[in-house]
Structure formats: structure tokens, C-alpha cells
């Protein structure tokens, strides 16, 4: 880690920090860790395995537990959306986002406007609307990776920070359209049909609009993470890691550095426009102030904390940032604190708990546990070798 | 056992001492105390509410729910509304909409109250505005000036406004100035949202002609040295204020540095001394020590205030404040808090003994303009408006003490007449616990 402190030009730099940093972006593939594993070979229909048994195990979860709680998994939904995206990009290419808060008031605007019809009138449907709210947000983050791609470290993110900053104020500015400061409300599209009978089928729960919202975001979420799991296991996420290991050794060997980090950084902007879309219809309403740096902050430490360049650790990650407040705020009422130093605590053991994880685990959750195992791997297999070379 | 409920309720009552006897909260209707609706048990009513503990909005707004807090805990000492103990809870949502859809859901899917009271924020309550409506969760006396309250109840049935809002606060600003500075330059300074709009349309219907400039801050940008330059560049003489008490001190300051002293008018929003001496001190680093710069500076009220410690209801509450409160100095904010409470307390007690969600709705329709409480003018309360109270007051600021130089005034919004008030002062209980009939009975 100390040569990151010392610049000896930008190949030493790389050497060490980032495997270090990213070990949880670095996972092998199911060929490379050899036969054990009774998963499919192909990368793609081992990963279709994986989202069914995910899909199944979200219904699990989102009927077995209280509307609350579902409310809470919706919020996760876009959190872990953007957060999966920003991982991508920070993790896997080595590109550093201070703004991805603003690609999702991109996103989230894109859904206020187009949910925002006449009474009597039916908007367009919702996975169109989602659909169109990426799209937005893409076209921004093409512009934005443009500009990006020329940046590196600290440039990078002062160049993002000002679109984190910068962006909301252009809904102020523009009032008339975006509301101002006081926001769009979005009215929430009410749950079909058939998504009634099926919550009554699968469990007999009543289908509220909680529910609804909570499930939109889960789909919206799976369905991100297993295009960004199979683009991350496929040519081009190798690409990305060969770029931010080893930028000159990569552009010996044909790779255009700036069109990868634009494509990184577009892909990224694509998760985080639709987590923006989500983020609007469940807590419904688009306003500056939910957008503030604070928000693109949280998504990096959720990254950090969750390990960098793992969608698992994204997900660990914004699980934190969800769940961990009203955890500490209820636990500091029950010690007896007031509401107002019970909420005051919340962020603190927020802080306490990142300081706690840069030291102890740099690598993040995922990132750690991975190099215990790669480590405890190595030994086995070397106390094996060494068996076999000395009874032979 | 029902015979019991009711006696302790009669004696309860009896206890309180205050109002006529006979129309006491619930000596009426006898039966007994049943879990009528969510959030309601035989002895314990639950409460909820959201307010920026944290953040950049915290300092003032955060000492609101400690008023609440307080007055809940010496009602519930005195007995409590029905027999029924109070049990508040208040949840950070650090001044952000997203963070307030969050809490709120807790509020109501977790916790499970029975209504939300005095949530706090025009961007901050709009993010739940839909969602309460929607689940039928009674969304009482939110704390800002907002019309999204109470214009429209047909869109909101459940949302009650409280404080006087903020275009009904411009008309009365407006025709003050009309009829007592005619030859005054104004400029408006004004907050880039509705709360700077509203207000700018009220005070417009009165002295458009008189306005010579109107800027606008954007709230989180430091610098209104732009907007006060222009200000002082197009001549006014008399600046009205739409903002926020941090962009009171800024302002103050920024016009010092330009050697600018119109006669400033802060609507009430802006206006508190203490907490604007506390941030002059802190923006300027001691430079400015207190609040002295103000002295001589307009503003409006709705509320007694801790400068007039002569009046009952200031007093009444400071006694509370001392034997429920945090030992801390009683503040604009937490009488804030208090009062809202009290009228919280009306509602209670107007809903009946076995309330549900939908009767507390009409108890406030049917007869909250009627209550009486430490609010200088009453509400406007029907069945087509949520509105809160309609009244102000306006004072200059000498010295440390406000000295009243219009009485109580009362508008709508819209085109509706200003008049004055002629009601009588009131004055609190002798045991500062309201005491109404249920409003079915």
C-alpha cells in the first residue's frame, strides 16, 4: 500500500494498490478454479441459473417479511442498481465517480416527466418508462465518459463532483419544468391485475402499493446484475480490468484506453439512470435536494465497504446504507438516548464502521473474505505439493 | 370495568379544572376505551412525525419535536387525552425527500401510528404527501406555509396545513406596506421556490407598482452578494425578505460589507433573532457578536414569541417547558413545537373516545375553526379547506423586545379581503390542557 504514497511513476502506482483494493473485482472464472463446482460451464447459463434461484429467493423474502421491510428492499433495490454500476466503473475500469447522483436525477427526472400525464390519461408503461430513464441517463454519461476518459485520479473526480453538484441546480434553474427546488411528484403507477393474483396465489398476502414498488425494484435489480455479471465475465470486462491494472501494457497490446473508459463509464451511467427511475417512483418524488453530493458520496462508500468491483459486495454494500441507520437509531432509543441523539448516532456509527473497514479490511467484505480464501487456498496446496514431494 | 374507565375519565377531567365542566372531552359518551383504529389501544395513542435531526437544516428546526415531546409528557402526566397515553415518536430525515419516504414508511408500516403530525418541509412532505393519502393515515398541521396543505382537499383529505401560509402572509406584508410606507422603494429577496413565489404573489396584489426589484437566492449557495448589490443598485429603500434564517444573517451581512440599510422586513419564517444573532456570530467569526444589527427590523407573527415574555400562553408554556423539558432555554422553535401540540391535543379530544382515522379527519373539519389556543388568529378549517391559521400580527424589533405596530390581521388565499381581526385574546387553561367536547356528541 505505501507505494501509492510514493510517486514512482504510474506503472509502480498500479502494481500493488489496486490488487489489493479491488481483490474482490478479481474473480475467476468457473474454467479457471478448476473442476469442483457443479455449476453449468457456459458463463451464460450458469448465470440464468443463478438469477432464477435469486428471483425465487426474492419472492421468499419479499412475502415472508413485513410491508416495512418491503419498503426497505425497494429502497435497497436502487441503491444496489446504481451502486452495481458505479462498482463496474470504479472497481473494474479504475475510473473514479463522484456524480453518479446526478445520473440518477437524470434517470429519475426522465420517470417524473414521463409518469407526469393529465389525470384520465394513461402514461406509457413502466418498463418503458425505465427503459427510457437508462436511456437518458446514457446519453448523459456518453457525454460526461467523453470528457472523462482524458481524466485520471483526483481531475476525474473533481470533474464529477462538479456534475454532482452542478446538475440538480439545472432543475432549479429550469422551474418551470422540473418543479424547482421543491421537486416533481410522481404519482406512483398502481399495481395490475395481475400482479395481484399473483401475490394472492404465491401467498395470500394483500398486494399494497409497498409491495408493488418493492417488486419493480427486486426485477429492475436482478435483471441489472446479471447483464452486468455476464458483461463483467465476458471479453470486455477483461478488457476494463487489463485497462486499470495496466493501462500502457494494455494499449501495447491493441486496446483503445479512451473508448473502453467511455464504455465503462456509459454502461455505469445506464445502471445508474434506472436506479434514478426506481428511486422516483418509490419514494415519489424527483427533487434536488434528494440528489445532493451526499447521495454520490454513500454510493462510494457502499462500493468500498461492499468491495470494490464485486456486484455481491455493491449489494452488501447498499444493504449497509439501508439497513444499518434505523438499526442504530432504534438500538440508541432502546439504550435510553432521545429521538434526536439516537439520530445523531446513526451517521456516526456509519463513520465508525467505514474508518473500522479501510483498516481492517481495506479489500472491503467481499474483497477480505476472497483473499482469506485464495490464501488459505494456496497453503492447502502447497501443504499438498510439499506432502507429495516429500513422501515421493 | 366500563363504569371505572369512565369515572377516571370524569375525574380526570374534573381534575384539569379548566372550561365548563359539563362539555368536558368524553364526559359525554361514558362506554369504554377500545383500540378503535391502527395506532390506538385501550390506553395509548401513537404518534409519529418527521423532522431533520442532522444536516444543514437541523440547527432550530431539530429543537421542534423537544416542544412536542414535552407538552405530550406532561399531558400524559396529567392524565393523557381519553385515558390514553401519548407515545411520540420522531424520526430524522436530515431535510432530504428521499430519506423522509423512508422514514415515514417506518412511521406508518412499522411503528404503525395513528397519524403523522407536524411533519416538517415543503419538498420534504411532498415526497410523502401521496403515500399518506393514500393510505388513509391522517397528516395533521405539517410544518411549513406551503398551499399544498390545505388548498385542495379533494387531492388530500388526510393533509391539514397549521401555520398561516405563505401567500396569505405576502398579501398582509403587502397592504401594511401600502398603507404605511406609500413612498417606500421595495425589493423583494426572495427564496427560489414556492415559498419565495407565494409570498411574492401575495405581497404583489398590494404594491406592485411600489416594487422595484425582486432577486432570488438558490438555497446552498453562500454568496447573495449579487442579489443585495442589485438590490441596493436599483434604489430600494425597504427590502422584504422570503428566506430562510441562515439567508437572514447572510444578508445582513453581505448588505454591511456593501454599506446597504434599507428597512428590512424578514416574514416569519426568517425571523427568529436568536438563532440569526447565533449564525451572525458564527459567519462573520465574532465580528458581528448578536443580533443588534437587526434592531429595527419588521417581521410578522402567528405565535407568541420567547420576546414577549409577559404573554400567558409564553408563560404557561415556560412552566411546562421547565417541568417536562431538557433543562435547555425555552426557544421560538420549541414553542413552536408546543403549540402545535396543544392543537394536536384539540384534535385528540374533538375525535371522541373511540376514534378512528377518518372521525379525527372530521372532528377538524366540523369544528377546528372554533378551537381556541395560543395561535393569535383561528384556523380556516372546513370542508373545503385544510388551511391553517389565516392571521398575523406584525412587530419591529427594539432592542431585544418585539413591539407590536400592526394588530392581528386575517386573510385567505386568493383574492379574499384583509381584515382585522376582532376576536378577544385568549388565554391558556389554568392548567395549559385544552378541553374539548368530541364534536359527534
Known sequence: MTDSQTPSGAGAATDEAPVTATAAANAPSAQATGGRSFLPKSTLLRHLLVLVVCAVGAVILLESTSPFRNSQFATLSYYAIAAGGLTLLTGLNGQISLGHGALMAVGAYTTALMLDVERGEDPLPLPLILLLAALAATVVGAIVGVAAARLHGPYLAGATLALAVGLPGLAIYFHDTFGGEQGMTVRAPRAPEWFTSFIDTVSGNPASGTKWLAYVGVVCLLITYFFLANLVRSRIGRTWRAVRDQDVAAELAGINLGTWRVLAFTVSACAAGLAGGVLAIVVRLAAPSGFTLVLSLSLLTAIVLGGLGSLLGALLGSALLVFLPPFVTDLGTEWGLNSTEAAQLAPFVYGVVLVAAMLFAPAGFVGTIRMRWLTMRAKRAMAASAGSTSRG | ?441
Open chain 2, 1 to 441: 370495568m366500563s363504569l371505572f374507565a369512565a369515572a377516571t375519565v370524569v375525574s380526570s377531567v374534573a381534575a384539569c379544572g379548566g372550561g365548563d365542566d359539563d362539555s368536558g372531552g368524553g364526559g359525554g359518551g361514558g362506554g369504554a376505551n377500545e383500540a378503535s383504529d391502527i395506532g390506538i389501544t385501550e390506553d395509548s395513542i401513537k404518534l409519529g412525525a418527521h423532522y431533520p435531526l442532522t444536516g444543514v437544516a437541523a440547527p432550530g428546526y431539530s429543537e421542534i419535536p423537544l416542544g412536542v415531546d414535552a407538552y405530550f409528557d406532561y399531558v400524559n402526566e396529567n392524565g393523557g387525552v381519553y385515558d390514553r397515553q401519548i407515545d411520540y415518536i420522531y424520526r430524522d430525515d436530515a431535510y432530504n425527500p428521499t430519506n423522509t419516504s423512508q422514514v415515514v414508511n417506518q412511521l406508518v408500516l412499522e411503528d404503525e401510528v395513528f397519524a403523522i403530525v407536524g411533519g416538517l418541509g415543503t419538498p420534504t412532505h411532498s415526497a410523502v404527501l401521496d403515500f399518506l393519502n393514500s393510505e388513509g393515515v391522517p397528516d395533521l398541521f405539517v410544518s411549513s406555509g406551503s398551499l399544498l396543505w390545505g388548498d385542495d382537499p379533494e387531492t388530500n383529505p388526510y393533509t391539514f396545513g397549521w401555520q398561516t401560509d405563505y401567500m396569505s402572509e405576502g398579501k398582509i406584508i403587502g397592504q401594511y406596506i401600502a398603507e404605511e410606507f406609500p413612498d417606500a422603494k421595495v425589493g423583494l429577496f426572495l427564496q427560489d421556490d414556492d415559498f419565495g413565489e407565494d409570498g411574492e404573489a401575495g405581497v404583489r396584489e398590494y404594491i406592485d407598482d411600489q416594487i422595484v426589484a425582486a432577486v432570488r437566492y438558490t438555497p446552498g449557495n453562500t454568496n447573495v452578494g449579487p442579489q443585495i448589490a442589485e438590490l441596493q443598485a436599483s434604489g430600494a429603500d425597504f427590502v422584504v425578505g422570503f428566506n430562510v434564517p441562515s439567508y437572514t444573517a447572510l444578508s445582513q451581512l453581505t448588505a454591511l460589507q456593501l454599506g446597504y440599510d434599507p428597512q428590512w422586513f424578514y416574514s416569519n419564517v426568517g425571523s427568529d433573532t436568536e438563532l440569526v444573532g447565533r449564525l451572525l456570530a458564527n459567519f462573520s467569526q465574532g465580528a458581528v457578536g448578536d443580533a443588534s444589527v437587526l434592531d429595527g427590523m419588521l417581521t410578522t407573527d402567528y405565535l407568541p414569541t420567547v420576546d414577549a415574555p409577559d404573554d400567558p400562553w409564553v408563560q404557561k408554556f415556560q412552566e411546562i417547558w421547565e417541568s417536562n423539558g431538557d433543562g435547555s432555554d425555552l426557544t421560538n422553535y420549541k414553542l413552536y413545537g408546543m403549540s402545535m401540540a396543544y392543537t394536536t391535543i384539540q384534535a385528540l379530544q374533538a375525535a371522541g373516545q373511540n376514534p378512528t382515522r377518518d372521525d379525527l379527519v372530521e372532528a377538524i373539519e366540523t369544528v377546528g375553526a372554533e378551537w381556541e389556543g395560543p395561535l393569535l388568529a383561528p384556523f380556516r378549517y372546513s370542508e373545503d379547506s385544510h388551511m391553517g391559521t389565516g392571521g398575523m400580527s406584525i412587530s419591529r424589533l427594539v432592542g431585544t423586545t418585539a413591539e407590536e405596530v400592526r394588530p392581528v390581521m386575517i386573510t385567505d388565499i386568493g383574492d379574499a379581503e384583509i381584515e382585522e381581526w376582532d376576536g378577544e385574546e385568549t388565554a391558556p387553561p389554568e392548567n395549559g390542557i385544552p378541553d374539548e367536547p368530541a364534536f359527534n356528541e
